[in-house]
DNA sequence: GCTCATATCGATAACGCTAACATAACAGAA
DNA sequence: TTCTGTTATGTTAGCGTTATCGATATGAGC
């Protein structure tokens, strides 16, 4: 056989051709067509050859092929994410998630704000109508029924991420928000604190009930006796976490440490006490739950409850492109998915000071 | 129930699948081949041939596939994007801006985050060997040495977003820091501020001189000589902007004004003001720079200078697809683009509040 | 007439991937 | 054991286009 001289006048003299599919076949040690199921998230691929191949594929920067992909008649999925305004911290770590997942597995997503006071079910609508495969909903609009229910008269899949009580025939990502207010308030508990002011989310967010009972449950177990004057009610945003602060602090008996169902609103109370002269944690513990960037981004670093957003809407768009592609779409009513919270411990927290027991109450100026 | 029948197998109302350049050939009378020449307008092809072909063209409403095209082609155009850990917030936006992009132009994005202590060289090196043909670098990776080293090393066509002092050999997207910077200062001496107090940026980061200058010079435009107590240096991070602000506010002569160079910075500037009592916008006006999630966050609200991140990256993906494609890559190291910055007004600025030493004499009864 | 160069055009092999079918591997049932 | 049925993996055949190179015409020059 001859062979050819291929030489080409080459303008890119040495560029590295782009890794294709059988190029991690190779590494991995399997056909390509394994490969191919991998990151198509079917089921049919026993988990160490899983592993195998996304070790492969990492280790050679793979990305697939979208020209190829498509040509060879796999539809492009088409996943919305729908969101009005939560806080942005939030949100952005939700889109880089989701993101990170969707350029892995090859799917479009179509990043669609609701303005304020625009009609939600109308949004729903629009998206749907744009011809949309499925649906991910971060909170706030993953309980706003009229979100839903357009979703479901669609009979289109979704998945809400972070909501504590599941809906009908919509998928689930969460945290178990309960348990892990509970842990939060238990450890507050053991720093010596017994006066814990607390400041509930949303009410219309059923996280913000489950966080609010974790909190109750962790108190009962102390035998603390829960105090009514010690719950503040919050909207989940930095200014509503101002009044609530404003208001637990300025109790006569006031507690020694707070509890915000969010950081922002943790970030708040800080504030709150810095202006008011307190210093934190030494006069006061304030500890949040998200664990968003402001969490770090602030003096003292919040103590909070780690919820790996980003990790809950990478899970999220995974769930929908497998049941889309295996055709299950029938089954995603059913599913809850709860992923791991983490304690993380930074420097908004400590002891109470010795306390002045019983301290007859300073001379109020209200 | 006899539906049944209905239910049947769908027949044959199967949609008409587009035309593909074998129909066109087929009608035309010719090989695939020569309607692909006259596809791409190539010479050697008979008129008479053409006209035929694009006859047939016509009447079956041929439109090239784009997929198979680029697939066939020459090969598809990956671009790499690198980043380390800057706000989760402008992260989002900007891998939003790249992907939209990317879409549009068929090109492949490989996003890659470079851990913390992860060695930064190696890391591009890595991506690099990943057969990828330009390099998208948001901060703070885009002023990082090591990582422009290896780009420059292997060649590789690299589009730096949001430095103010352009790299040898490196594309730039950028706003103008200098004259943003210039703007917000002049309008707080608008506002009637004059002793404006100015939070400097990390010293390693190019934008951080831009803005120090811009504010220089429109002090020096409205001929309000530069008070070198009224500049403390930052590092871009909340709490050297905590630091930073009480070095100003414990001046004698208290600025009226405080511009930090980015928005934790002046969100941190806020939690001091409101630590020592002071009202702002009411005592203390203070604004930012970069409109991240966090100048929406907190309240006041920021006042701060809003980059068009999505069209950065966006016009960052453009810039090197158009390069690439054209066989124009050596040029690169020459572009520099600037997009249209923002000033926009919240509630963190106002007019100074009148202060008996700057009043207009007072009638005296003495 | 013949040989060559030149224009045209066509056959075939990629391109990277997935659908559909084929096979191996490993259970459990008979 | 042998059969049967899953489940996990491999093989083959395209998807619609362009590259490459070979195959025809066409025509000039001898």
Redesign the interface.
């Known amino acids: 056989m001859s062979e050819s001289e291929r030489k080409r006048r080459s303008?890119k003299p040495r560029?590295?051709?782009?890794?294709t599919i059988v190029d991690v076949a190779a590494l991995a040690g399997v056909s390509m067509m394994t490969v191919s199921r991998v990151i198509n998230s079917e089921q049919k691929v026993r988990q160490s050859t899983r592993d195998a191949v996304n070790a492969a594929i990492a280790k050679?920067?793979?990305?697939p092929?979208?020209?190829?992909?498509?040509?060879a008649g796999a539809s492009q999925l088409r996943l919305g994410l729908l969101y009005s305004n939560p806080?942005?911290?939030f949100?952005?770590?939700f889109?880089?998630g989701s993101?990170?997942e969707a350029?892995r597995s090859d799917v479009?997503i179509i990043?669609q704000k609701v303005e304020d006071g625009e009609d939600l079910g109308l949004a729903a609508k629009r998206m749907v109508a744009g011809g949309i495969h499925g649906v991910i909903l971060p909170p706030p609009l993953n309980e706003a029924n009229e979100v839903l229910r357009v979703l479901r008269q669609t009979d289109t899949p979704t998945v809400a991420v972070t909501t504590a009580v599941p809906h009908e025939g919509i998928a689930t990502i969460m945290i178990d928000d309960r348990s892990a207010a509970r842990e939060m308030t238990a450890h507050l508990i053991e720093l010596g604190h017994r006066r814990i002011g607390f400041i509930v989310g949303h009410p219309e967010l059923s996280a913000s009930g489950a966080r609010l009972e974790g909190y109750r449950e962790a108190l009962a177990e102390a035998s603390i006796p829960f105090d009514e004057a010690l719950v503040a009610q919050g909207y989940f945003t930095?200014?509503s976490g101002?009044d609530a602060a404003e208001e637990l602090l300025s109790l006569e008996d006031q507690p020694s440490a707070i509890f915000a169902s969010n950081d922002?609103m943790a970030?708040?109370t800080v504030?709150i006490a810095?202006?008011r002269?307190l210093d934190v944690p030494g006069d006061l513990t304030v500890c949040g739950f998200d664990d968003v960037?402001?969490a770090t981004?602030?003096?003292p670093e919040l103590t909070t409850i780690q919820q790996p957003i980003m990790e809950m809407s990478r899970r999220a768009v995974e769930l929908l492109v497998t049941l889309l592609r295996n055709d299950r779409k029938d089954q995603i009513g059913d599913l809850r998915i709860e992923v791991d919270y983490k304690l993380v411990r930074r420097q908004s927290d400590a002891a109470p000071r010795r306390r002045p027991a019983m301290r007859p109450p300073v001379p109020s100026w209200g």
């Open positions: 303008s560029q590295a051709k782009a890794p050679l920067n793979y990305a092929n979208r020209a190829a992909r498509s040509l806080s942005e911290a949100l952005s770590a889109v880089v993101l990170e350029g479009q990043v930095y200014r101002l922002d970030a708040a504030a810095h202006r002269g960037a402001l981004t602030i003096w």
